[in-house]
């Protein structure tokens, strides 16, 4: 027993030196003499790409996620498969990521390169963050300073992605081990979370919830009664599997607090929105945030920069892809 807790004392102190080190090599003017108009450049992209679609807001914020769960903060879900190697992209939990996340990356890096100053200077990975940022802002939400000088990871493999990623039957306690891994908290996971407030789902991914749920209830009882009716009218059994739904039923295209006013009623659309209002540990924060929206996009924006410092590359560890979408 004490072995153990001496080993769990040495990962955590080196977490914290590691996030910190990090931290120092990361700074809000990093490009300022080689591309300082970098963040006009990015946003302007970004706001042409949402003009088109506005798909483009939950896919960017979405890749970002499954960008810095796995390995990092380092653009590595970015990267083509090739003959020789099956990429992260391709793994079974990234093939619902949406294109227009990647478009919107690609075509900022296009907007960059441009210009000569900027050509081949900025990191895809410092491309996602800002994008993210940028997209966040642009449906409502809090514009936050990013902090920049990652490098572009140099390994992609699906096998990686393995077991890095939240999925939608997962409850506090996975989640907060599996944010824990990232130097996260439990409130960095109930903050991050509310990024749910944005975005679509398969219907496939409910299914459990509305008529498969257990052997004494076919749907899940901490379910608001209506809102399973809405499922199952959006989702009848027979569904398309390519159909997908809102994951705020209430203010879909909003960056807004309504994503914990929804756990309130019971609203949650997966089981890993709905048990931050079921579980003890996490339902003050919810109750908090869902009456408090300035508190809410404060912690959100804190939680998004802990985020960006995961799993961040540099000196020899990474290098600037000429390419997004490949080694070179």
């Known amino acids: 027993m004490a072995a153990n807790k001496t080993n769990l004392l040495l990962l955590l102190v080196s977490l914290f030196l590691t996030l910190n080190l990090v931290s120092a090599q990361l700074r809000r003017n990093f490009y300022a003499g080689s591309c300082p108009n970098v963040e006009q450049i990015v946003r302007s992209a970004v706001q042409l790409k949402v003009q088109q679609t506005f798909t483009t807001i939950p896919a960017t914020l ?34 619902s990521l949406a294109g227009d996340g990647f478009d919107t990356v690609i075509k900022a890096k296009q907007a960059l390169d441009a210009v000569a100053s900027c050509r081949n200077k900025v990191s895809c990975a410092d491309i996602i963050t800002m994008a993210t940022r940028d997209v966040v802002n642009l449906a409502g939400g809090p514009r936050y300073e990013v902090e920049l000088g990652r490098l572009d990871g140099l390994s992609s493999t699906a096998a990686s992605v393995e077991g890095k990623l939240p999925h939608p039957t997962d409850d506090v306690n996975k989640l907060t081990s599996l944010f824990a891994k990232n130097g996260l908290t439990l409130n960095d996971m109930i903050a991050l979370s509310g990024a749910h407030t944005l975005g679509f789902a398969h219907c496939t991914k409910v299914f459990n919830r509305i008529y498969t749920f257990n052997k004494t209830s076919q749907v899940d009882p901490t379910v608001n009664k209506a809102y399973v009716a809405e499922l199952q009218a959006s989702c009848p059994r027979n569904v398309d599997p390519r159909v997908a739904i809102n994951m705020d039923p209430t203010t879909p295209r909003q960056f807004d607090n309504v ?45 998004m920069i802990k985020l960006g410092r995961v799993g961040v590359k540099t000196g020899r560890n990474g290098n600037i892809r000429r390419d997004c979408g490949a080694f070179n």
């Not at 810095?68 to 992260?88: H, L, Q, R």
């Not at 756990?263 to 924060?285: E, I, M, N, W, Y």
């Open 62 to 95: 979405r890749l970002y996620f499954h960008d810095c769960f796995v390995n990092g903060c380092d653009a590595s879900v970015m990267i083509a498969s090739t003959n020789n190697n099956k990429a992260e992209k391709d793994h079974s939990d990234n093939l």
């Open 259 to 303: 994503y914990y006013k929804n756990l309130q009623q019971g609203k949650g659309l997966f089981t890993s929105d709905q048990v931050l209002f079921t579980d003890r540990r996490s339902k003050p924060t919810v109750d908090l945030w869902a009456g408090n929206a300035k508190a809410f996009n404060q912690a959100f924006a804190n939680s």
